[in-house]
């Protein structure tokens, strides 16, 4: 067999959109676009939502809307990709790295307790896998710290404490107490990458919840402008009759999403509760297979969670990191590609560079040194899945 790690899932009903688009005559930000974003607001259950080129770049869309800045700190896990924290150092904040727990990917709750200043603006959980963190703890610690939180513009006063913006690329319809990703945070970003649950191709999208004192109309244009060079209309908007002026706010950025990008993204919406069906259940084919083996298998279903199932990491027992590169090269052997999922931020030159040490973060680096991740799409077949747990739980063997 040749099983690929993660292969877009595209039908005919995505080509259809796609060629509708082209056939339109408008291909960059239109009508399309437009519609996305409001059926990713339906189906979040959230208030507004904007289309970007990427979840990077809505995540520093979404810092640059709330002010942060030089001076201001935001709270980042060490275990996750560059792109949450890059784009903290991107708007000139200061990145605060706080360590795994012991046996999750979740930040130390107790250790960003700890590192709440009266400069922390933001707090970016990272919802890795697909599997949500814990939300509810993350508001009552914001709580218990309130009294440090100093604003510094209007957007941050209506909140009046610590913001929750997520990196939620991963969790594209995970569910927590009943509350559908894009509704737990303050802000939430999710990617439409390539190889997420749902594509894009490329692209990305924040949605927020409302909240007393916020205009969410003025946000949404704000992001707009932001994501189209400081320009107070989009191409959509100067196309009514006598309305080719505009005016240009602010020397901004240019990330926003096209027609094409969008008619993917509508026709995967429309089957994306097929695919989630399907993930969940090679998932639970996974933790069936590896039950009384040395696999430390994710927890993608609790009694008030179930995850996007996004990634399927594993964790191997009495491993040390080469024999873990060992078991992903005899993987490759046997028509099976598998990726490790995350180098922690400290082990990555550009934040070596910043003063990061992973000797710092114990619990990171024992989860990164023996982690493998298997296959997991709405594509895989029955008998691809019992020849993944088949040949992975024969190589552990040797270890």
């Known amino acids: 067999m040749n099983i690929p790690f993660s292969p877009p899932d595209i039908s005919e009903k995505e080509i259809e959109e796609v060629v509708a688009a082209l056939k339109s005559g408008w291909i960059t930000t239109g009508p399309k676009t437009k519609e996305f974003e409001k059926k990713i607001s339906a189906y979040c259950g959230s208030d507004k939502t904007v289309c970007l080129s990427a979840a990077t770049t809505a995540l520093e869309m979404t810092l640059r809307l709330l002010g942060i800045g030089e001076g201001d700190e935001v709270i980042v896990p060490a275990y996750t990709y560059t792109a949450t924290c890059s784009v903290i150092c991107h708007v000139g904040a200061t990145p605060v790295m706080i360590d795994s727990q012991e046996y999750k990917e979740e930040m130390d709750y107790s250790k960003v307790s700890d590192a709440i200043t009266e400069k922390t603006k933001v707090i970016m959980p990272v919802d890795i896998a697909g599997i949500l963190c814990n939300y509810d703890k993350l508001y009552e ?74 205009d969410s109309e003025k946000l949404y244009k704000q992001l707009q402008i932001l994501s189209l060079h400081g320009q107070t209309k989009d191409a959509l908007e100067k196309t009514k009759k006598g309305s080719w002026e505009y005016d240009i706010l602010l020397p901004a950025y240019k990330c926003n999403m096209t027609d094409v990008q969008a008619g993917i993204g509508l026709g995967q919406l429309e089957r994306y ?96 040194k023996n982690e493998i991740s298997l296959p997991i799409y709405s594509t895989l077949s029955d008998e691809e899945v019992e020849y993944i747990i088949e040949n992975f739980l024969d190589i552990l063997k040797e270890y």
């Not at 709580?143 to 404490?161: D, H, M, T, V």
């Not at 913006?165 to 009943?178: P, S, T």
């Not at 737990?184 to 007393?212: Q, Y």
């Open 273 to 368: 509760d097929s695919l989630l069906k399907r993930r969940h259940e090679i998932i639970k084919k996974y933790d069936e297979g590896f039950k009384n083996s040395k696999i430390i298998c994710p927890e993608h279903f609790s009694e008030n969670a179930t995850s996007s199932g996004h990634l399927y990491l594993t964790r191997i027992k009495d491993i040390n990191l080469e024999q873990r590169n060992e078991i992903m090269i005899k993987m490759d052997e046997k028509g099976i590609s598998t990726n490790v999922h995350y180098k922690p931020l400290p082990m990555l030159t550009a934040y070596r560079n910043l003063g990061f040490d992973i000797e710092d973060y114990p619990n990171a680096y024992n989860l990164f």
């Open 141 to 214: 610690i914001i709580e218990s710290k309130k009294e440090l939180f100093a604003a510094s513009n209007g957007l941050q006063k209506a909140y009046g404490r610590i913001i929750v913006l997520a990196d939620c690329a991963h969790g594209f319809g995970a569910v927590q107490n009943n509350k559908t990703a894009g509704t737990l945070a303050d802000f939430t970003c999710f990617s439409f990458h390539a190889v997420k649950n749902l594509t894009t191709a490329e692209g990305g999208a924040v949605t927020w919840k409302e909240h007393e004192g916020i």
